[in-house]
């Protein structure tokens, strides 16, 4: 909905309703001025009991300044993954989180754009399993202050000679946690590999325990960064 007039005046309102094929439904607002409506999903029987108002005009705004030419970017959007969570009944919300990290990555493959990434955002725990990347996607730990609160951490039966416990993909971040190697790895196991690829990492403990050949971080090709 672009520009939408609202019946009392003449104050234009922009907003977007997506719908994917995994059943997520994103609502996404560019520009609202009607000031008493009330927008979000429920089941149709009245406003929820634990509805929370949320007032626009508290939040930043989250693309460019009027009049630049850059284009004006939607909120990100976040999924949630905890060890207690359920790949199969799990849907990505807070109530329901995915278990694991790979389930997530794989559902969320084609959601992120390079204008608009989504994020997995992990509970505190440890996740033993390797991290393959999809595109326009940022991978954020629990805690800001402590970045072993969210641990990646496989098994050492996952891993082979030469393996990347993370790998990345284009338009990437990774954010607010461990990535660590098991007791006993096998050689030559890279933590963090960026190939050919622009990748942010921010605020990340890598932590190879001094195992054989072991690299922090990897990052190869002239287009990485």
Sequence with gaps: FGESFDNASSNKNSFQIEIFFNGIIRLSYLDIHLRDGLVGLS???GVPSDFSETDFSDI???GSSE?????????IVAFHVAPNGNDTSGNGSARAPWKTITKAMSSLAEQGTPTAPV??????GTYTEKVVFSPHIQLRGSSTSQRDASII???ASLLNAG????QGATNTAIKNLAIVLPNNP???ITLLRIDDVAMQVENVLLNGRDANGSTGVEISHENSS
């Design 60 to 62: 930043a705004l989250c």
């Design 119 to 124: 994020a997995i955002q992990l509970a505190e």
């Design 67 to 75: 009049g630049s030419s850059t284009e004006t970017q939607a909120a």
């Design 186 to 188: 096998p050689d030559d």
């Design 43 to 45: 089941p149709g029987q």
């Design 163 to 166: 393996d990347a416990v993370v």
């Design 153 to 155: 951490m496989p098994a």
